[in-house]
């Protein structure tokens, strides 16, 4: 079985930095992408950022030029460096990944961390 374990959320200042870690175990071929996505209270689940396993990044235009999508293959975990934070990035995170394991191709999810960011 495969399973996704988000970690590093917390509360911080407008301005601080987080870096939240995506740790993919179990039988495991191959990741394809890794994503993260967030939820606010009231709104619908949007995508933040997208990492292929070359390397190929994409971000949503709110957090370009603040946040980092970044990936260790040899460890099969993902990471999100969010830097100059502001209260709109308060939601939870979720660490979304298309691993071909086992039973082949699927998209698995993590359970979330939260993030808060407050004066």
């Known amino acids: 079985q495969v399973q ?11 301005g601080e930095s987080l870096r ?3 740790a993919a175990s179990g039988s495991i071929f191959s990741i394809h992408s890794m994503n993260w996505y967030r939820q606010a209270p009231g709104k619908q689940r949007e995508l933040v950022a997208i990492i292929i396993r070359d390397g190929t990044t994409n971000y949503a235009d709110s957090v370009k030029g603040r946040f980092t999508i970044s990936r260790d293959n040899a460890k099969n975990t993902g990471y999100l460096q969010m830097n100059s934070l502001k209260p709109e990035d308060t939601a939870v995170y979720y660490c979304s990944a298309h691993i071909i394991g ?3 191709a699927n998209n698995y999810w993590g359970q979330g961390t ?6």
């Open 20 to 22: 939240l870690s995506c």
């Open 4 to 14: 996704l374990v988000e970690s590093g959320g917390g509360l911080v200042q407008p």
């Open 102 to 104: 086992l039973r082949g």
């Open 114 to 119: 939260q993030v808060t960011v407050s004066s």
